[in-house]
């Protein structure tokens, strides 16, 4: 029998990824990387304004440069018995569409209109919004947050619809429907030409739209309307089924077979959130937490599905079928992790900007060796109380409890602290941010005993590995694929096209297991434990002042 491939898509941030995979036993024949130009340049973005837009151009460039590469590196041979592919995207990451499914960007009287875009999943501009949704869900006789933890978040799918609707009144006039991410890349893979034949994906709609089996698809219509009458207007939004990454959405269109000069039996999975992608990529067991480590954190549990029906509070929401077929997914998270390293390391490398040419290499790579002798520094620093403590909430908190208004705070800081202690402090505080999570997890009932890390940084960062291992006092094992979103993606492709008949099946014959793992230091736990309680009350006391602030209520003597 002749070998088949899969081709597995990851959508990130900044970037995506293509790889190219022996659905047999998941070899990787060849990689590809294409960054989002546009995205590159920090057009239609307003980080001071929380707006974080991404272009569909940069989606769709990407998608002919990474496929048409690694098929170029793997030969006609390959390319003949490619027979599945499947993609994973960040979310929620949606976009306005009109009736044919086109993003209104694509067309030339939207095309640098930010509102016309996809809102990248770290927007933050619909914080009012989901105030109102978390108001009215609080007046109404069915919880209809009851399986996202209680509270929507600003970063989701609704919140950033009723955003758009108010915020721009042509993009609300030639809206017809609302589209996440993943939802849209195999819609227009496979030709799609009418909305209302999209696939919507379980995985985005269980933790980003309030899709629940319980409410028996969405909440009611009448639930939509209270929040805002301008719901009645859009009923392209609303949807009833949903799909899981196992099934297909259909055929690759002759048109995109044509351009990727692909066989026209390629199937095209129902496509999925990049970081679910990654726990299967990286094989996530039962009772085993899997940290997906990049410019944020994405945390995911999988358990049987008897015991995802008992809501648990304060999470990203819990899914039947979301990250494997059959098993409950749960999703936690931090709003940032790999930027907060990031945005400190800029903060001496800002300079090359100015002075241009005068320094060698490029702002990004300048960056990086910042970040390496902020980490030898930090390193170097013993166990001690006189450094800094902080909190992680540089954009927000996700988990527990979502507050995306929520700002970073720094302490204990005075003349004698070092660029070193603050790095050590960054990454304690983001390692703590983790610890409140599990902790979390573990009071609503559900057991940890492992950390399977994934992502950038679980491969890059030994000192960050180790540090986040002491703090939660858990083994941390590193998955071995750095690309275990596009290797997810490239599993459920393997499914997709018949490969294998289930996702745990073809986890089994198309993963392996990592070779790293970082054993807690038992000689730091009772002093991390301390600082850990430092870090809790500074949150407590940052929570209270920020809540203060924004409602203008600061009395400034309780504090002097």
């Avoid at 995207?89 to 095309?111: I, M, N, Q």
């Avoid at 999988?302 to 997914?329: D, L, W």
């Amino acid at each position: 029998m002749s070998e088949h491939y899969v081709i597995g898509l990851d959508f990130g941030s900044d970037s995506m990824r293509a790889l190219l995979l022996s659905s047999s036993d998941g070899n990787i024949i060849a990689e590809a990387e294409f960054y989002y130009p546009r995205w590159k340049e920090g057009r239609y973005c307003s980080p001071l304004g929380d707006q974080f837009r991404q272009h569909p151009r940069d989606y769709l460039e990407g998608i002919e440069f990474c496929v048409t590469d690694v098929l170029d590196q793997a030969g006609d041979t390959i390319r003949k018995r490619v027979r599945g592919i499947s993609v994973g995207t960040t979310g929620s990451t949606p976009v306005a569409v009109d009736r044919k499914g086109v993003p209104l960007a694509l067309y030339p009287e939207f095309e640098h209109n930010p509102n016309a875009m996809f809102f990248l999943w770290k927007d933050h501009t619909a914080q009012g919004e989901t105030e109102e949704i978390n108001h009215i869900n609080s007046l109404s006789s069915t919880d209809y947050l009851k399986y996202v933890g209680g509270t929507y978040s600003s970063e989701w799918f609704w919140a950033k619809f009723l955003h758009m609707t108010r915020a721009d009144a042509a993009v609300r006039r030639a809206c017809y429907s609302w589209v996440e991410h993943c939802d849209w890349v195999p819609f227009l893979l496979t030709g799609g030409k009418d909305v209302r034949q999209l696939m919507r994906s379980r995985c985005a709609a269980g933790h980003k739209a309030l899709w629940a089996e319980a409410f028996g698809g969405l909440p009611k219509r009448e639930f939509f309307r209270k929040i805002d009458p301008v719901f009645g207007e859009f009923p392209g939004v609303f949807f009833k089924a949903t799909h899981t990454c196992d099934k297909a959405a259909g055929y690759i269109a002759p048109e995109w077979a044509s351009v990727l000069r692909l066989p026209e039996n390629v199937l095209i999975g129902v496509g999925g959130i990049d970081a679910h992608f990654a726990a299967v990529g990286a094989g996530v067991t039962p009772g085993q937490l899997c940290k997906v480590m990049g410019t944020s954190t994405c945390d995911m549990l999988v358990v049987p599905g008897e015991y995802g029906e008992k809501p648990v509070r304060g999470i990203c929401g819990q899914v039947n079928g979301s990250i494997i077929p059959g098993m409950t997914g749960m999703e936690a998270g931090q709003s940032a992790f790999g930027d907060i390293f990031n945005w400190y390391a800029a903060q001496f490398s800002w300079m090359t900007e100015r002075m241009g040419s005068s320094l060698n290499g490029s702002n990004a790579a300048v960056r990086q060796k910042v970040l390496r002798i902020l980490e030898q520094e930090a390193e170097r620093i013993a166990p001690a109380d006189s450094y800094m403590v902080a909190t992680d909430w540089f954009n927000g908190r996700r988990t527990p409890e979502a507050k995306n208004f929520l700002k970073a705070t720094l302490s204990n800081i005075d003349l004698g602290i070092a660029p070193g202690h603050v790095y050590k402090g960054l990454v304690e505080a983001s390692c703590f941010g983790a610890k409140h999570i599990v902790e979390h997890f573990r009071k609503e009932g559900l057991e940890i005993n492992s950390v399977l890390g994934v992502g950038g940084i679980a491969h890059k960062s030994r000192y960050i590995m180790q540090t986040l291992s002491d703090i939660l006092e858990l083994p941390v094992y590193i998955g071995a694929s750095r690309q275990a979103s596009a290797l997810g993606a490239g599993i459920f492709a393997a499914v997709v096209s018949g490969a294998y008949d289930r996702v745990d099946e073809a986890v089994e014959h198309m993963t392996m297991p990592g070779s790293i793992r970082y054993e807690p230091n038992t000689d730091l736990a009772p002093f991390l434990r301390n600082r850990y309680e430092q870090y809790l009350k500074l949150c407590s006391f940052s929570e209270k002042l920020a809540e203060e602030d924004r409602y203008q209520e600061i009395n400034q003597s309780d504090y002097l």
